[in-house]
């Protein structure tokens, strides 16, 4: 098993940025993809950024360059660096963890970000 723990979300005015962090626990390498999704009220959960244990990235198209993933094998640890925030990234983030084989998905309990205008 695998358990995720987010950290980094608060309050924070548009334009500004902030950093989420994920620490990953338990059998940590048997993930080989990590990644960060979030979900606003109403609205389905969806794709922010994903790692792969080679570290190729990928976003979602309303990143454009705003938001940075990254990962900390030697920590287990997953980050989510967040700049020129705006209100429509007001969610709550989910640190997701994927094994391959045999396949299994892990999630986080979240964390949430608000920007204000």
């Known amino acids: 098993q695998v358990k995720l723990v987010e950290s980094g979300g608060g309050l924070v005015q548009a334009g500004g940025s902030l950093r989420l962090s994920c620490a990953a626990s338990g059998r940590v390498f048997s993930i080989d993809v990590m990644g960060w999704y979030r979900q606003a009220p109403g609205k389905q959960r969806e794709l922010v950024a994903i790692?792969?244990?080679?570290?190729?990235?990928a976003y979602g198209d309303f990143v454009k360059g705003r938001f940075t993933i990254s990962r900390d094998n030697a920590k287990s640890t997953m980050y989510l660096q967040m700049n020129s925030l705006k209100p429509e990234d007001t969610a709550v983030y989910y640190c997701?963890?994927?094994?391959?084989?045999?396949?299994?998905?892990?999630w986080g309990q979240g964390t949430q970000v608000t920007v204000s205008s």
């Open positions: 790692i792969t244990s080679s570290s190729s990235t």
């Open positions: 997701y963890a994927r094994r391959s084989q045999p396949f299994y998905e892990y």
